[in-house]
């Protein structure tokens, strides 16, 4: 069964530091691109980072580039967003998910309607 579980959100100060996991099952995570992606509430799903299969190069939004660090572990399947220097509006649920393609890479913010499996989403909240 393919399937994405994203783990690791919480409750953090403003200037905290997360790190979100999203282990692959049922597919091998470095064919396919994978992205994070947020959404708060009232808001449309927003593409964060993404990693292209194979060569693993990276993309941030502007509004995380500098904090936020996408990486790829191939040996535990698992894509991470390593999130520092939190701020009140990165407050969202946070997926990861995969790309439709076999191959496909990564060279601009991820748009959702491109990527075809999801995981369930992991909530991340920063306030003081």
């Known amino acids: 069964q393919v399937q994405l579980v994203e783990s690791g959100g919480g409750s953090v100060q403003p200037g905290g530091s997360l790190r979100l996991s999203c282990v692959a099952s049922g597919f091998t995570l470095d064919n396919y691109a994978i992205g994070w992606f947020r959404q708060a509430p009232g808001k449309e799903r927003e593409g964060v980072s993404c990693?292209?299969?194979?060569?693993?190069?990276?993309y941030y939004a502007d509004s995380v580039k500098g904090r936020f660090t996408i990486s790829r572990d191939n040996a535990k399947n698992t894509v991470y967003l390593q999130m520092n220097s939190l701020k009140p509006e990165d407050t969202a649920i946070y997926y990861c998910a995969r790309h439709f393609w076999y191959g496909s890479t990564c060279t601009a913010t991820p748009r959702p309607g491109a990527y075809k499996v999801w995981g369930q989403g992991t909530q991340v909240t920063v306030s003081s």
């Open positions: 990693i292209s299969s194979s060569d693993g190069y990276t």
